[in-house]
Structures are given as structure tokens and as C-alpha cells.
């Protein structure tokens, strides 16, 4: 249910009270139970909003938290945690099962940027309509309507149909609708990847505009640094259960560790390959994977900021005299991200392997990757001819300093100098 707060306190924005939300995994048994729901409310019975029918399941679960002007709060979690769910039952597209959400003050939701287009009428009758259903009058709008067209960059389109714009523009002049409004409250659901990187900077400094002036942001996206980078706290939701709510470092740890548990093959630290017969090698195989210390132990996880070796034991089958090994890191909490791309030869290291077998070491005096989850791909090859790949090294980095709100670790040391 959706009510507005009371005024005893001027900053609560929004209150979410034991929100849950069930669906039904049917669409014909969905259908069903719709209809009896209408039907009881109708006749006035109370129905029991609190149980599962067969095929139901909980989309969110019993969550509830506050949010104050001006506070920027991070929703994490993986696909399917209830993350969306709470977002529109938040600005009323739909309404919990049960429990309470309480809202004070204007609401814009970036939840589906343009779903609300009609693709029929031009960008100008659009941006009347949009903004008219998002609370403003006409003169408001008129007022304001020279810089949403600056703002989403479309003045040569402004007078054609939006079905002739592109998913770009669309997304574009939806966000330029949506924050001229001047809201009290932002719901932001994965929509600032939208548009070029010039467009982006300028939604961030439009966002910053709006928080200094009062504005709260509830803001979903798989790309932890962004969370780091915006939000105080978070929110970690996982399978619709509120997991962890707190300081957005330590609620983005959680969430990562638990991403970690998923590989379990590789829990002890290294990663064995099955030894492939002499008829069917190419001349090298990767036969496990692991990092090691500075004294030839095997981490389970390396550390941000301290040394580690990454160790690539190969099973040479004849002498290979520039051996080219290439290491691809992809960040497993993100979007799936390059983070890091290394090869031998980019670092004109050729590689002399000798048969038998074989430890490659690449020796990294500070392991600068941020605590989180990754996941590596490794070959090796000479010139064009490819010996062996691995597509998937999952591993874990853990954090041994104060790496928050950072794109990486920078190794340093701090020294005064009299003069």
C-alpha cells in the first residue's frame, strides 16, 4: 500500500515497511488468481496476501528501510534479487502484497527511459505529455522546455515522431524529461549506461546538481564502482531477502564474497586442468593455475596492495623458444568489464620453455586490482599458433588497506622533505 508520511519528520522521503511481492510462474494460473483477486476485493473479503499459492513465488520479502533529502542510497544484488520489483512498487506502478510504502514530495522515476513515449506524437508533444504526468503544469513545462531540449542534445528531432528516433535520443529526452522536474526523489534503475560518454558526464553532473539542491536517489547497477562512487549505503537483495543494509564498501564486500562462494573449484587456491595425451596436445598444455607468495605459497586469495605471483604450470611436449602468455581480466561483480590485459610480448618478455613441465610466473610486485571477485582468461601461444587456453580462472582479491571508492590501487609511499 502506498500512503504519504506525516509531516513530523521535514527529511524522510520515503519509508518501506515490510514490503513483499509475490508472483506466479504460470500465465495461465496468474491469470487465474488475478481474477480472484479483484473478485474478493469486490464482495470485501480479505484475502491471504501473506501466503504462496501453488506456483507463487516471493519476489521481495519482507524489506523495509528509510530514505532522508538528500541521501543517495545503492540497491545491489544479481538478476532476479527483487531489485527492479522494489523500484516500481516504490513509484506505485504496482502495489506490495503486503506491508507499507510511505512517499513524500515528487517522484521521478528512470526506470524504463522513454517507455512512456507515445511513438506517434512528436518529441515536443511528448515532452508535454511526460512531464505533465510527471506533476508539472503547462506553463511549468513551457518554462522549462528550452533546456530539456538542450539538455537531451535532440533540437534538430524535436518536431518528428518519436518512433523515428533512436533508442538513444529516446533515452536521452526521457532523462531530460525526468530531471527537470526537479524531483524530490530519483528512483534510477541501470539507466545512466545510456548514450555516449559525453552524455553520461552529463548526467552525473546533473544528478550531483540535484543532491546538492535536496534530492534523494534510490540508484540500481551491477557496476559496483558506480554504487561506491554515488552512494553512502546500500541495500544487498538476493532472491527478494533483504541480505545486508549498511556503509555501501562493507554491503558490496558481502555481496562479492557471496559471488565468490560460486567457485568452489577453485576454493583452495588453485585450479587443476585434466592432462591431455601426447596425441591430442599442441605442444603445451596449462595444467593448473594458482597465485603464490614471494616464498612459494599458495594464496587463496591474493591481497590488494601486497605482491603475488600468478603461477601457470604448463606440460611442454618439445622446446618452444618464444612462448607469448596472455592474461585477460574480466571483473565478475560488474558488467563484465575488461579490467586488466597482459601478454609476455606486449612486455617484449619471450618465454623459453624447455619439455617437460613448467611454472610461468608473472611476478606482480603489488597486486593493484580492487577487493572483489574476477574471473581470467589465460593462453598461451607462439606467434599465430595457439597451444592452450583457459576461458575461466575464477579468483578472489581481498582487501588489505582502504581501497574505497577507487577505480584501482595505486602504490605509494609518503615522505616531507625540509627545506
Avoid at 504462496?52 to 530514505?67: I, M, Y
Avoid at 603475488?308 to 611442454?316: I, P, S, W
Avoid at 624447455?354 to 610466473?361: A, H, R
Wanted: hydrophobic residues 40%; proline residues 4%.
Amino acid at each position: 500500500m502506498l500512503e504519504e508520511i506525516q509531516p513530523q519528520d521535514s527529511d524522510l522521503l520515503i519509508s518501506v515497511d515490510n514490503v513483499s511481492k509475490k508472483f506466479c510462474r504460470n500465465l495461465k494460473q496468474s491469470l487465474l488468481y488475478g481474477v480472484q483477486d479483484i473478485c474478493t476485493e469486490i464482495i470485501g473479503v480479505s484475502r491471504r496476501s501473506d501466503t504462496l499459492r501453488p506456483q507463487e513465488f516471493w519476489a521481495l520479502k519482507d524489506v523495509s528501510f528509510q530514505l532522508r533529502r538528500g541521501e543517495a542510497l545503492g540497491l545491489i544484488g544479481a538478476n532476479g534479487a527483487g531489485k527492479s520489483t522494489l523500484l516500481r512498487i516504490i513509484s506505485g506502478l504496482i502495489n506490495p502484497d503486503t506491508g507499507y510504502v510511505k512517499v513524500r514530495g515528487k517522484l521521478a522515476p528512470l526506470i524504463a527511459l522513454g517507455a512512456g513515449f507515445n511513438p506517434i506524437l512528436t518529441g515536443r508533444e511528448n515532452i508535454y505529455a511526460n512531464m505533465s504526468i510527471l506533476g508539472l503544469s503547462t506553463p511549468e513545462i513551457t518554462a522549462r522546455f528550452q533546456d530539456v531540449i538542450d539538455f537531451a542534445g535532440i533540437a534538430d528531432a524535436i518536431d518528428a515522431p518519436v518512433q523515428t528516433y533512436s533508442s538513444g535520443m529516446a533515452a536521452r529526452l526521457g532523462f531530460a524529461c525526468a530531471v527537470h522536474i526537479e524531483p524530490d526523489v530519483l528512483l534510477i534503475d541501470e539507466v545512466l549506461a545510456v548514450g555516449d560518454i559525453n552524455f553520461r558526464v552529463k548526467c552525473y553532473q546533473k544528478l550531483a546538481q540535484l543532491r546538492q539542491a535536496g534530492t534523494a536517489f534510490i540508484l540500481v547497477s551491477h557496476n559496483p564502482h558506480v554504487v561506491l562512487n554515488v552512494c553512502e549505503n546500500s541495500l544487498y537483495l538476493a532472491k527478494g531477502k533483504l541480505i545486508k543494509a549498511g556503509e555501501t564498501e562493507a554491503v558490496i564486500r558481502q555481496y562479492e564474497e557471496d559471488l565468490s562462494l560460486a567457485g568452489a573449484d577453485t576454493a583452495l587456491g588453485i585450479m587443476y586442468l585434466p592432462e591431455k595425451p601426447e596425441s591430442e596436445s599442441l605442444g603445451v598444455d596449462i595444467v593448473s593455475l594458482c597465485f603464490k607468495d614471494e616464498q612459494g605459497n599458495i594464496l587463496t586469495a591474493p591481497l590488494c596492495g601486497e605482491p603475488a605471483y600468478l603461477c601457470v604450470e604448463c606440460k611442454a611436449y618439445r622446446e618452444v623458444e618464444y612462448a607469448n602468455l596472455g592474461v585477460l581480466i574480466t571483473a565478475l561483480s560488474g558488467q563484465n568489464e575488461r579490467v586488466l590485459y597482459i601478454t609476455s610480448a606486449s612486455d617484449n618478455e619471450p618465454l623459453k620453455i624447455s619439455p617437460g613441465k613448467v611454472e610461468i610466473q608473472m611476478q606482480m610486485p603489488y597486486v593493484c586490482l580492487l577487493a572483489g571477485v574476477y574471473t581470467a582468461k589465460i593462453y598461451i601461444k607462439e606467434g599465430v599458433c595457439s597451444f592452450d587456453v583457459v576461458e575461466s580462472f575464477r579468483f578472489t582479491v581481498k582487501a588489505s588497506k582502504i581501497t574505497s571508492r577507487s577505480l584501482f590501487y595505486q602504490p605509494r609511499k609518503w615522505q616531507v622533505w625540509n627545506k
